[in-house]
């Protein structure tokens, strides 16, 4: 399933580091990287609803579905 990651967009509207993302919402800066790269098979809804208050946006704002395209990998468990 062509699910891409937009988090880094976002941290770039919101003048925002990864590291400062990772201390406000409570992982790890490696857990973001790996986030945003993609990388994930899973991300947990309680860990997306913070991303989404520090950043204050939309699930959607950071997660978009584009059909027709190679599959990528999903996004995992932080």
């Known amino acids: 399933m062509p699910i891409i990651v937009n988090l880094d967009v976002m941290l ?13 919402i409570g992982i790890t800066e490696q857990n973001v990287s790996a986030l945003k790269s993609g990388r994930v098979r899973g991300v947990r809804f309680e860990t997306l609803e913070r991303i989404c208050e520090v950043l204050e946006c939309q699930p959607g704002d950071i997660l ?5 395209g190679p599959p990528t990998q999903t996004l995992a468990d932080l």
């Open 12 to 24: 770039a509207r919101r003048k925002m580091r990864s590291k400062e993302l990772a201390e406000r």
């Open 64 to 68: 978009e579905f584009r059909a027709g």
